[in-house]
């Protein structure tokens, strides 16, 4: 599996565990445990460490990523404050370093307790980061030492792909373009996709627009359509419901447009949706559905999302392109997808159930994911509708419990269903934190597909 954070992110991810360990000591001292003597020099010297991490993170952030002004300029203001209050701070801690060695407690009151409780709260996100830190060594180990092989039946195919640099379509390119095809990415930022690709190798040309082909001289052979703003990531906002639908059908239809204006089009668009197709299982029942399944309403985002998705995709079938729909559940991984975000509460020992547990949660291994896409593009019978999902879906309940045991952590805090309606707003947290459909891949299975990762269980403990 090739990982998406690559081994700066390890680095920066280490940065950020040992501040947190650091930080903890320093509010210890200002929550009023006072060390004098040479403990004081030894907070001195926790400082200047500090202070050292601090600006190697800055760089390390900025060299990994290119950084908007805005974060520049806030970076620059947090190292004048922090360099304030070390001005401030250090003639007192010399002070104490004048005092037998020792531990001092004073108390500062409601302040001391705030910083008494804050020093807790970072040593428990240091163990956290350490934790995350623990996971990419693993991930990037194993990109190193088992590189995802797709092997197309064709070699040397000119691909053209849409959201490449993302979760899924990282791990795809990278495969592609290491098995020696060429690859035309559509980027946002060029710097930052070159950097991302730097040692990868192969034939790689990014591009900002559509724009800047030319339809009539383009050639290629396959299109990869996977952009499309995280849907699962912040509150669904009116600024992110149009951003979640301009990401995937206004961009979907610029592709078309100029999938239209090109004298050979592709032979295969492979183009994403999702089970939110379907639509909303408001009762959690246990209605198994495939691809000819009627969906169960019509009203949801989920559904009117992938329904326009879908119909733009589709109009490439009148080019002559054969037009596979990716209709992708939950894609399990440690760098990216809902998985990783689930892994923060599970870390810390405060996982569980959300909601009543009852609702399904058709998953899939990122892995199969990679593979099925391969399948798709070889398998010139497929066409259509796809479930992207392994064969065996789980409820939340199964889900929480085998993650559980995967991580070696309790599953004894649920989540009730109004915090994350709370958190998440209700239209979120009810289509999908809450609810969810048992989506199989009979398409899939009808043709032949294996799965490498068909039980739950088997999926968490190879990650």
Known sequence: MVSRMTGSAEREQLLHATRQILYFAVFLALAGITPTGVYAYGLLGILGVETTLTLADFLEEDRTRLLPWTERITHTLLTINYGAILALWVPIILSWAALPTGIAIHHYGIPGWLNFFVALGVLTWGGRDYAAWRRLTRINASA??????????????????????????????????????????????????????????????????????????????????????????GRWTTAKKERIFSSRVKLTEDLL????????????????????????????????????????????????????????????EKLGTRVVLLRTGIVLGLDGGALSQMLIPFDLGVGGIMGSGKHWMPWVHVEDTIHIIGRCIDDENIRGPVNNTAPHPVTNFEFTKALGTAMNRPTVLPLPGFVLKALFGSQMANELLLTGTRVVPRKLLDHGFEFRFASISTALQNL
């Not at 095809?181 to 070159?194: E, F, G, I, P, Y």
């Not at 089009?265 to 009627?294: M, Q, R």
């Open 144 to 233: 190193k030492n088992n590189p995802l092989v797709l092997n197309l039946k064709t070699p040397s195919q000119r691909f053209l792909v849409t959201g490449g640099t993302g979760f899924i379509g990282s791990k795809l390119c990278n495969a592609l373009l290491r098995e020696g095809h060429d690859v035309t990415l559509l980027v946002r930022d060029r710097v930052k996709a070159a950097k991302f690709f730097s040692k990868v190798g192969g034939k790689l040309t990014l591009i900002p627009s559509f724009a800047e082909l030319n339809p009539e001289q383009s050639e290629f052979d396959v299109v990869i359509n996977l952009a499309g703003e995280p849907i699962g990531e």
């Open 257 to 316: 447009e100029f999938l239209k204006k090109m004298k050979n089009p592709p032979k295969t668009l492979v183009s994403g949706s999702a089970i939110g197709y379907y639509g909303v299982n408001k009762d959690n029942k246990d209605t198994e559905f495939t691809e000819n399944s009627e969906v169960l309403e019509e009203e949801s985002l989920s559904h009117t999302l992938c329904q326009q998705w879908e119909q733009v995709a589709l109009s490439a």
